[in-house]
């Protein structure tokens, strides 16, 4: 079975420093991909960030980081120079062996100060 | 190129009441999957399908029917509306070939 933890139900981050969002994931496949997608207060889904289990490298894409620890099942998000407009819900999602069967996390809402 | 779109936006029904949730994509995606999201919680899939035709259950697709005649759309039906389902419906589309899914604006429902 899949499963997809969170641990963080909520967090607050100075503007302009970096913060983690922890994922940690379960999972028997040996192929699978991880996604980070935020969801601002407005509700839509937008997908952040994609990690996929045999690649080498962290994933980036602009102020996002992937800190994939293969060994450890963990897939966390990084945000760097946090913005005010970061302010949303996170969710850490997984896709095993079979393509459209995605598993989400809890989520972790995350508050940026002035 | 319209993406992944949803009506209706909001709904209010009875208990016991049926209805039909559309979904639609314009990218030729083969994937398609209908997901809840109950307050505090994450996405959970419902149903899903892999091509016109072919539909499998998620994690709770009790109390919800689907059926894919065309690739374009995913209609998710609820058969007999109990306040369990109160909740905001996803519709998701992906391709084989491609790591993101395209989420539709979201289908809030209440059931009163």
């Known amino acids: 079975a899949q499963k997809i933890t969170q641990t963080q139900p909520g967090m607050f981050v100075q503007e302009k420093e970096a913060v983690t969002l922890d994922c940690t994931y379960d999972t028997s496949d040996q192929s699978y991909g991880l996604f980070w997608y935020k969801q601002p207060s407005s509700g839509e889904m937008i997908f952040l960030i994609y990690q996929g289990s045999y690649d080498e490298q962290n994933a980036t894409e602009g102020r996002y980081s992937l800190n994939f620890q293969k060994a450890r099942k963990s897939a966390n998000l990084v945000i760097s120079a946090s913005q005010l407009g970061d302010s949303a819900m996170y969710f850490c999602?997984?896709?095993?062996?079979?393509?459209?069967?995605?598993?989400f996390g809890s989520g972790t809402k995350l508050n940026v100060k002035p | 190129n319209a993406g992944v779109t949803q009506t209706p936006k909001f709904q209010v029904l009875k208990t016991g009441q049926s209805m039909t949730l559309q979904c639609a994509q314009d990218?030729?995606?083969?994937?398609m999957s209908w997901y809840r999201q109950d307050p505090g919680m994450g996405l959970r899939l419902i149903h899903y399908?892999?091509?016109?035709?072919?539909?499998d259950q998620g994690e709770v697709p009790n109390g919800y029917n689907v059926s894919r005649s065309t690739t374009e759309d995913f209609p998710l039906r609820l058969l007999s509306a109990a306040p369990s389902q109160t909740s905001v419906y996803f519709c998701?589309?992906?391709?084989?070939?491609?790591?993101?899914?395209?989420f539709g604006p979201g289908t809030r429902l209440t059931v009163l």
């Open positions: 998701a589309s992906s391709s084989y070939e491609g790591n993101e899914q395209f």
């Open positions: 999602a997984m896709r095993g062996y079979n393509f459209n069967k995605f598993y």
């Open positions: 399908s892999v091509g016109a035709g072919i539909t």
């Open positions: 990218m030729n995606h083969e994937y």
